[in-house]
């Protein structure tokens, strides 16, 4: 017999669903914020006890639309499939604070809209609404503050996977992201356990500023502008003329949306693989290996990577981003026209940096990196005896040998060197070998 499911049943399978790690939690909370027009935002979060607070300056949450938030498919930035086709905001499901009031112990939503001068609190336990108060000590300015505890409350094997030191790390590294492609928001992120701040941002007019405050002056003083278009697809943003020891430091933007991991990735990265950017920046590394006589492997040694923020604009009906709740997957309809528009973009970056390697610089650059291994491992190897290899001088060559196997001593003269230790017979003064010395001594 079928029956429908009940609906709290289909809550509970949604909310684990919608919301499905403490990464996303914080990302669903900030671009909240950011479409509210927050100017700043701070975030704190304490893994141990599972609680996120997130506090912007935004517009606030008027009465009206505090009796409605948090319930599910309930939402203040699409009501009909022409708002769908023209979206200018990152949330628009109603599903974000449905679905973490459904799997938190607590959440509380302390708003101070616009137009008014009270501070209200919504507050919501174990799932259940409790109710709507006004708070005696009013915010100073507008905005709205959310505080969740007990997150996952009622997802425990999801709480035992959850690794605070990375998934800490996942959460820096997604608000960097924001941060990137938002530089006139001021952003930061602190972990309550430590009571340290790892993520500053301050408001800037350029993606460079904010790129600098992130990751350093050093990286960002390569980073060149570039802005390419494509009949429906524009690409514009940064690439850099360095290289970076892992893929951190690359972005990928959909109309300002962070997309992960896609074909634009690899398209991207490969172009400045086979580029002079990573390429002597792996040419060093081996040389520097050799020098220093290291057994590293030579993947090891090599491994830099490209570094680039890219946002690619076009219009919402040339794509779909809502393949996985996180929204961080996306499938194009031309992605012909799309690659090539980024092929392109990246290509003349490097032809205009002087940084495309011919065919044949390509080849040799990788036969001098691997040859550099090949001297360092085996120059490890060899003994100081092996410095009188010497014995045979280049002009000689060995008598032609033929045999009845059908080995040639033609080939043998190359392996000499490389094989067979030869040592100088020692001469004396007199011009005699010690060994003609010891027969004379014998007569």
Sequence with gaps: MICPLDSKVISHLRSGVAINSLTQCVEELVLNSVDAGASCISVCVDLSGFRVHVV????????????????????????????????????????????????????????RHRSSYKTLCSTFINGKFIGISERCISRTNIGTTITIHDLFRTLPVRRKVISEVLEFERIRQRLAAVALIHPEISLSLQNDDSKVKSLQTHRSHSLRSTFTQLFGSLKSKGLREVCHEVKKFRTEGFISVDAHHNKN?????????????????????????????????????????????TTESPDKQSDKYGIFALNITCSLDEYDITLEPAKTLVEFQDWDGLLKCVEECVQSFLLKENLVLKSSESES???????????????????????????????????????????????????????????????????????????????
């Design 56 to 111: 912007d300056n935004g517009s606030g949450i008027s009465i009206a639309d505090l009796k409605q938030v948090a319930q599910r498919y309930s939402t203040s930035k699409c009501h009909t499939l022409h708002d769908l086709r023209q979206l200018k905001c990152y949330g628009y499901r109603g599903e974000a604070l449905a679905s973490l009031v459904e799997i938190s112990g607590m959440l509380e939503i302390v708003t």
């Design 249 to 293: 430091l690359q972005f990928i933007y959909i109309n300002s949306r962070l997309v992960l991991k896609t074909k634009i990735h690899k398209l991207v990265g490969n172009i400045l693989t086979k580029s002079a950017i990573v390429k002597k920046f792996a040419l060093c590394s081996n040389s520097e290996s050799v020098r220093k006589n």
């Design 365 to 443: 650059a990788d036969d001098d990196s691997q040859n550099s291994v090949v001297v360092s491992s085996n120059t490890a190897s060899i003994p100081e005896e092996s410095h009188a290899i010497n014995h045979y001088d280049k002009g000689t060559s060995l008598p032609e040998i033929t045999d009845p196997s059908g080995i040639s001593t033609s080939s043998v003269r190359k392996s000499l060197h490389s094989l067979v230790v030869c040592r100088k017979k020692k001469l004396t003064h007199n011009g005699n070998s010690n060994m003609e010395n010891e027969s004379n001594k014998n007569r």
